[in-house]
RNA sequence: GUGGGCGUAGCUCAGUUGGUCAGAGCGCUUGUCUGUGGAACAAGAGGUCAAGGGUUCAAGUCCCUUCUCCCACCCCA
């Protein structure tokens, strides 16, 4: 018979036991940050109808990477999820009566995309959401800024810097630039390249597209600003294109938003190490509106960005008619984990490859009952145990299977303790051994393993 | 989607200019060992050399195609 191979779609993975243990931490470490700011958890399908994911905005190459998902006789038209925001914008209309506004929600779930599998990049892979629907003012893209900053240093990590921007002020350098609407598009996408091709590498590029020399010198020029340092280097920097886009209103809108955010970074304790001013961050997705923010880890610096986000206002609008402003982060957990790993960031307690705390042995087919019910009131007092199955080997092979599997305790009770009404517990770290009374088994091994 | 690299036992790899080349270490199974692990010794299982096709008397070794993984674009978490 011909072997099927045993292997997942490209760019999909399993998860082992050590696996999942690592991603549940970070996983609940996040959870817990969102919680912690009130956002409340919802769920949505995997799929979607496919016209809820079209024309949602986020760029004709972004739908290409939709995967379509069809049943033999479906009659609708649906598609996997490709990020967790437009399910969102989605989920607010249809349970506008179910919420209440502002709506702060946060949703962690996997996601797909057609892409090209590279390190950090998968086809399937968890994003975690934090959104807040129904606030206008720039406080809201404060708190989910703060939420980026919090989550990131609860996990461990030092060095990393929130990049902000804003599309009201990209719109304004447009305008500045003498740039028409049709040409925008194109704009973005050569400043976005800003961090790989350098400066003098988006001038030669924007005049290939026909700008007019003099627009290119004045965009390189603005564009060159240094948005790094603290709060008040900042400030200067944002003052400093205030006066240079004087009379563009739109972009002085979006230097409020931006100079709230920095007076917000600030006082929010977060240091110029930690946060930055960004004109070349633009972000692919086609609905933003206002601010922007983009994280990367600095320290190893190869892994792409861990979060993307920013405000859509008008999002909402394509299923409600009547839009809500809205503005969210997301964390990519998928690169939060392997940098985890890199960094050594996870506690000992994480480090382990089993949740097994304790390995009850069994001696023979007559006392297995009787070990499978010491196993029960190891349970009672709170511990995970796991009873060994097979009577027939010995004790030897018992504790070097608690060993290889990295359980810590070994409980033995045989003929011996039996007759006493004793417990025997084996320490595996250290070799420590001690006996207690089998009535108190369940506290005793609950205070040995510390 | 475009260009490039890799692919030999579960894992890490060795395989000379095509001709005992199907191997090693670790791991796994069993035994020494029906009450105390990380060890030792012995025996054993496991591979259509990623898949398919071609060149040749002969291919893991050369050529072509496909696929995984990795890298650079594209794009993005």
């Keep these: ?99 209440k506004l502002p709506f702060r929600r946060y949703h962690i779930a996997p996601v797909w995309r057609g892409e090209r599998p590279q390190k950090g990049r998968y086809r399937e892979f968890y994003q975690c959401d934090a959104d ?53 598009p194109s704009l973005y996408r050569i400043i976005d390249k800003t961090d790989k091709i350098g400066l003098d590498g988006v001038a030669g590029m ?40 004087d009379g563009v209103a739109i972009a002085q809108e979006g230097l409020d938003e931006l100079e709230y955010l920095t007076y917000a970074a600030d006082a929010f304790g977060m240091s110029g190490d930690n946060v930055a001013l960004d004109l070349t961050m633009v972000r692919g997705l086609g609905y933003y509106t206002g601010p922007i923010f983009e994280t990367v880890i600095t320290k190893p610096d190869n892994l792409g960005s861990v979060q993307g986000g920013g405000r859509y206002d008008e999002l909402v609008g394509r299923f409600r008619g009547q839009s809500l402003p809205t503005t969210g982060i997301s964390l990519g957990i998928e690169r939060l984990v392997d940098l985890m790993e890199m960094l050594d960031l996870y506690p000992a307690s994480v480090s382990g490859t089993t949740v097994v705390q304790a390995l009850v042995t069994v001696f023979d087919e007559d006392s297995q009952l009787g070990s499978l019910r010491l196993a029960a009131d190891l349970r009672e007092a709170g511990l995970r145990v796991e009873t060994y199955m097979d009577p027939r080997k ?57």
Excluded at 211 to 228: C, F, H, K, Q, Y
């Design 1 to 99: 018979m011909a072997r099927v191979p045993a292997r997942t779609p490209k760019g999909m993975r399993d998860y082992l036991p050590a696996d999942m243990i690592k991603r549940r931490y970070v996983f609940d470490t996040v959870r817990d940050v969102f919680e912690s700011f009130g956002f409340e958890p919802i769920d949505t399908p995997v799929l979607e109808l496919r016209e809820t994911l079209f024309g949602s905005g986020m760029g004709e190459d972004a739908e290409k990477l939709v995967y379509y998902a069809q049943h033999a006789g479906g009659k609708e038209e649906l598609a996997l999820r490709y990020d967790l925001t437009v399910p969102l914008s989605r989920f607010v209309a249809e349970h506008e009566n179910d919420i």
């Design 132 to 184: 807040i629907v129904g606030v206008r003012g720039p406080a809201a893209d404060a708190e989910v800024m703060q939420v980026v900053y919090t989550a990131l240093r609860r996990l461990g990590f030092a060095d990393f810097t929130i990049k902000m921007n804003n599309r009201k002020l990209l719109t304004g350098l447009g305008i500045y630039a003498g740039i028409s609407d049709e040409q925008l």
């Design 206 to 245: 924007l005049a290939e597209s026909n700008l007019p020399a003099e627009s290119v010198t004045r965009l390189v020029n603005i564009l060159r600003l240094d948005g790094t340092g603290d709060a008040q280097q900042r400030l200067a920097a944002i003052g400093h294109l205030r006066e240079e886009l």
């Design 394 to 450: 010995n004790l030897g092979k018992q504790i070097g299977y608690a060993d290889s599997k990295g359980i810590g305790l070994v409980v033995i009770a045989g003929p011996d303790e039996q007759a006493q009404g004793l417990v025997r517990l084996k320490r595996l770290h250290d070799g420590e051994e001690i006996v207690v009374q089998r009535a108190a088994v369940g506290a005793e091994a609950a205070a040995f393993l510390g």
